[in-house]
């Protein structure tokens, strides 16, 4: 499900992902509900890091490839665009996340498709991060080396796959896919192909996930 219009808001924001549903439901007041939202652009053109995972990228897969997911991925990468170019990307952003909050949603996790672009696109997510030091934001990225600083709310998972894993400081956090649970097991990973609620966790640092 895309939630946009109904909400007044400026972007669209997926509350599809099973992953994601899985891993950030709560029980709020009695019943259950996902307290995470996805934010996504259009795959490959706006990563400028792919390497080999442009031969298995999963955001080009199955439900991904609908018109309707395309559909707002699309507008999503046009409204970003547009709204840095004129100076309104912190404010419409900011407001959505005000909206947001107060549905319940304490998590955003950016790009199930898509990734960092950009310094711009990177520093004025930064930005926003910065002024909602509330919500937890996540995501798995393959444009780890152009962060320079890393708000305490966010939780940066370097991603192996690109044409700039030699700079992926294994130190910090880091996700690499496995071919079955009992290599990633040996490998001394944590696993995280079911629920990236653990992924997210600020101690968490080898993420351990498995290929589609």
Known sequence: MVVKAKANLHFNWSFANGKI??????????RRIVVAVTFNLL??????????????????????TYPAPMRTRRENQELV??????????ARMNADIAYLRGIGIEVIRLHDSGDFYSREYINSWV?????????????????????HNIPR???LIQSYGGKNDNLINTN???????????????????????NDAIAAKAEVVRVGLLAH
């Open 21 to 30: 549903r899985k891993s950030w439901e709560r029980t709020r007041k009695g």
């Open 43 to 64: 795959p490959k053109i706006t990563c400028p890091s792919k390497g080999e995972c442009r031969n298995f990228c999963y955001a080009c897969k199955g439900n991904f």
């Open 81 to 90: 665009e547009s709204y840095i170019a004129d100076g309104s990307f912190f």
């Open 127 to 147: 930005e926003v991060m910065e002024a909602n030091n509330d919500i937890l934001f996540y995501a798995y990225t393959k444009s780890h080396y152009g962060f």
């Open 153 to 155: 709310n966010f939780k």
């Open 172 to 194: 910090k956090p880091h996700a690499l896919i496995f071919h079955s649970l009992a290599e990633l097991k040996a490998a001394g990973y944590i696993d995280c192909h079911s």
